[in-house]
């Protein structure tokens, strides 16, 4: 069974409503994750400043009506053990908050059922600043404000995407475990967007998890097999986080395509679940990494 830390299937919800296309959910991704084994996961809204799919409002009201339409195998998650058999369990989030304005609107989001949001994606914005940013700036005035509300109002804070200052500062004032929810190891693929291991003792420490991802230029750039992908699960292993290790795929089959050569969508899943019982993953183990961990990080949270 597999809990997905990092979807954007919200995008693609949004960029199919756009083409007056309905029931998107059910007829472009239901069959991957039921043929995957997923029991849920952390689906967002990518909120592209360079190029948005429409006006910020009018994604949200494609996103709830889709919601709607598919209340029958869609559950939305919103609290402690919030989960329903047979149906797919959906904590609601965005990959960047750059087109909301404040702490008011961001309760009004939460109202609807958000419990999830990165600041930023790569981009500086008004509340923090992303990996394309400058390197000194992190956290604004209105992020810390947004930070203490998510809190408050027990949202998960995802911190994938920031840049290293921005993630000091968000462990800094955070009072709540944070994610990363699809960055890897920066000592086994030196990429800009993953974090280096001070960085996931940092997270991991206080109560965080980190969700392995399976963007191939996040893996190995030079061989994006499951095979490199386990090098970074194994890593953390060997570094006595195992109960902190969470899967983010970030499958991108409906988007562009950057997984990896033998995962590249989520009715692969198997692939990974084999490497893990290969490399000797007890069965705790297997079952804590593939949904455990992140379900008992979001009970946590949201309790």
């Not at 597999?2 to 979807?7: A, G």
Request: with cysteine; hydrophobic share 40%; aromatic share 10%.
């Amino acid at each position: 069974m597999f809990f997905d830390m990092h979807s954007d299937i919200l995008y693609d919800v949004v960029k199919k409503r756009q083409e007056n296309k309905k029931n998107i959910i059910k007829d472009h991704h239901l069959r991957q994750l039921e043929k995957g084994n997923f029991m849920g996961g952390i689906w967002c809204y990518y909120t592209d400043i360079d190029k948005p799919l429409c006006e910020f409002n009018q994604a949200i009201d494609y996103i709830m009506a889709e919601l709607e339409d598919a209340k029958d195998y869609i559950h939305v998650v919103k609290e402690k053990n919030d989960y329903l058999e047979h149906k797919l369990n959906v904590i609601l989030g965005f990959e960047s908050l750059q087109p909301v304005t404040d702490v008011n609107h961001l309760k009004k989001l939460y109202i609807l059922g958000f419990r999830h949001a990165m600041l930023t994606w790569n981009e500086e914005n008004h509340f923090a600043t992303g990996v394309s940013g400058d390197k000194d700036r992190g956290l604004t005035e209105l992020g810390k404000d947004v930070i203490r509300f998510m809190n408050t109002y027990k949202m998960i804070v995802d911190v994938s995407h920031a840049n290293k200052k921005t993630v000091s500062d968000i462990l800094e004032i955070s009072t709540k475990p944070v994610i990363a929810s699809h960055s890897n190891v920066y000592e086994l693929c030196p990429h800009r967007r993953n974090l280096d291991f001070a960085q996931i003792s940092n997270i991991t420490s206080k109560g965080g998890i980190i969700g392995i991802t399976a963007v191939k230029a996040f893996v190995n750039p030079d061989e994006p097999t499951v095979k490199e992908m386990m090098k970074h699960i194994v890593y953390l292993k060997q570094r006595g986080l195992t109960n902190n290790i969470a899967l983010g795929f970030d499958f991108m089959d409906y988007l562009n395509g950057s997984n990896l050569t033998d995962l590249r969508s989520a009715d692969e899943s198997a692939e990974i679940m084999e490497a893990l019982k290969t490399h000797g993953f007890s069965d705790e183990e297997v079952d804590g990494i593939t949904y455990l961990n992140a379900l008992n990080y979001i009970n946590k949270l949201l309790g």
